[in-house]
């Protein structure tokens, strides 16, 4: 089957850093997203990163790609309050037939 | 300017009714979306059209139809409602053109219809 999944919960303290995880199975996948979704709100995308890389840095947030083991993770540095949210993983590919599956969604508190 | 915007933001309803969701988007693009999300916020694909044509219908009831009068609405009714409906919906868009996923599709959501079924 083709399961997106990661933890579902994360609590941090405010300053520290965050590192939510997902595994996926579609060794096809293209690329991979990292989603998040604040209360009441609509998912907004926050990185991205090509299948053939290992890493993608942006500002706070470090993206690592382990495709041999078909794990993705999200580093926060910094973490601050505002980071509370949810957070989902997504992988997409274009081996013709559509598909865009997301993760089960990480819910991280951050605490003052 | 809202870049997805759906109505209403709360449908309160009772069982049997039939309801529907209106969605826009200003950004262009040729693809939109019909996601539900559950209690445990899981998030699952509906539908999809591109151009106005439905290219993706996940296993969903036939009591959920899609409408796309053009390629920057998409609205979804509902009928005959039942308890199990009761989710969040959220439409998306996003650029892809031609029916397939382009090599890096970035969606774009509303923020949600909380729907609840009584």
């Known amino acids: 089957g083709e399961d997106v999944e990661q933890s579902l919960f994360l609590s941090v303290r405010e300053g520290d850093s965050s590192v939510i995880n997902c595994t996926y199975t579609?060794?096809?996948?293209?690329?991979l997203y990292w989603y998040k979704q604040e209360p009441g709100a609509g998912l907004q995308l926050l990185t991205y990163?090509?299948?053939?890389?290992d890493m993608k840095q942006d500002q706070r947030l470090t993206v690592l790609l382990n495709k041999k083991d078909k794990h993705l993770s999200l580093r926060i540095a910094d973490t601050q309050t505002g980071d509370s949210a949810i957070y989902f993983c997504?992988?997409?590919?274009?081996?013709?037939?559509?598909?865009?599956?997301f993760g089960t969604g990480t819910r991280l508190k951050v605490l003052a | 300017d809202t870049a997805v915007s759906q109505t209403p933001k709360y449908l309160v309803t009772q069982m049997g009714n039939d309801k529907s969701i209106k969605c826009e988007q200003n950004l262009g693009h040729d693809t939109m979306y019909w996601y539900k999300q559950d209690s445990k916020k899981f998030l699952k694909i509906m539908f999809s059209y591109n151009n106005k044509e439905l290219i993706i219908n996940e296993t969903v009831p036939n009591r959920f139809s899609p409408k796309s009068p053009d390629k920057a609405h998409l609205n979804l009714h509902i009928n005959s409602l039942e308890l199990g409906d009761s989710a969040v919906y959220f439409c998306?868009?996003?650029?892809?053109?031609?029916?397939?996923?382009?090599?890096?599709?970035?969606?774009?959501f509303g923020s949600g219809t909380q729907l609840s079924v009584l």
């Open positions: 998306a868009s996003s650029q892809q053109t031609g029916g397939f996923l382009a090599t890096n599709e970035k969606l774009f």
């Open positions: 990163i090509f299948s053939n890389m």
């Open positions: 579609d060794s096809s996948s293209t690329y």
């Open positions: 997504a992988e997409s590919t274009t081996s013709g037939t559509y598909k865009y599956i």
